[in-house]
T-cell receptor, first 117, second 109 residues
Framework: DSGVTQTPKHLITATGQRVTLRCSPR?????VYWYQQSLDQGLQFLIQ???????AKGNILERFSAQQFPDLHSELNLSSLELGDSALYFC????????????????FGPGTRLTVL | KNEVEQSPQNLTAQEGEFITINCSYS?????LHWLQQHPGGGIVSLFM???GKKKHGRLIATINIQEKHSSLHITASHPRDSAVYIC???????????FGKGTHLIIQP
């Protein structure tokens, strides 16, 4: 158990809908990363938050947005869903407060499996 | 753009064999992460290294900065080592990871 929690574990929805994925980082970790894992693209970095502020953006679509709240939990919002958005979505938190992925070990949550029908 | 190339894609070996998984990366990557993804999907961070060598139990990770190459070794492999192993590059600063495509390892009893 990494100490990172994600809810829900599974989500099935229809095209055009909007969903929210939730992540609670390890106690004391300030940095949260969101990743998408799909069959064709593999793992991709979406976005990073550090202590409530957006820190870095990766391959995140404009239909997707995220935020980190004062209690450090984070939410990833996916809207106007398409079939291709079906994937595993992971969040990770980093053990040191630097927010630097070249020095911080990342602890991954169990993931949310999103199926868009 | 940071890139990470991993080989082999698939590897099947017998229990007890010495396993090596390789990872090459581009300029701009300053640290390598090795991750293990279990069949159920969960991801575990094994190592993060920017120089030298690290060892944890039967797992050894090395990195050669000049050659931009890293290897993950498993000694005395066991069927419970069967998983997907992923290397991921970190570019330094506030960036997420750039992932290799993973090596699907099967250890047969």
């Amino acid at each position: 158990d990494s100490g990172v929690t994600q809810t829900p574990k599974h989500l099935i929805t229809a095209t055009g809908q909007r969903v929210t994925l939730r992540c609670s980082p390890r106690s004391g970790d300030l940095s949260v990363y969101w990743y998408q894992q799909s069959l064709d693209q593999g793992l991709q970095f979406l976005i990073q938050y550090y202590n409530g502020e957006e820190r870095a953006k990766g391959n995140i679509l404009e239909r997707f947005s995220a935020q980190q709240f004062p209690d450090l939990h984070s939410e990833l919002n996916l809207s106007s869903l398409e079939l291709g958005d079906s994937a595993l979505y992971f969040c990770a938190s980093s053990v040191f407060p630097s927010g630097d992925s070249s020095t911080d070990t990342q602890y991954f949550g169990p993931g949310t499996r999103l199926t868009v029908l | 753009k940071n890139e990470v190339e991993q080989s082999p894609q698939n590897l099947t070996a017998q229990e007890g064999e010495f396993i090596t998984i390789n990872c090459s990366y581009s300029v701009g990557i300053s640290a390598l992460h090795w991750l293990q993804q279990h069949p159920g999907g969960g991801i575990v961070s094994l190592f993060m290294l920017s120089s030298g060598k690290k060892k944890h139990g039967r797992l050894i990770a090395t990195i050669n900065i000049q050659e931009k190459h890293s290897s993950l070794h498993i000694t005395a492999s066991h069927p419970r080592d069967s998983a997907v192993y992923i290397c991921a590059g970190a570019g330094g600063g506030a960036d997420g990871l750039t992932f290799g495509k993973g090596t699907h390892l099967i250890i047969q009893p």
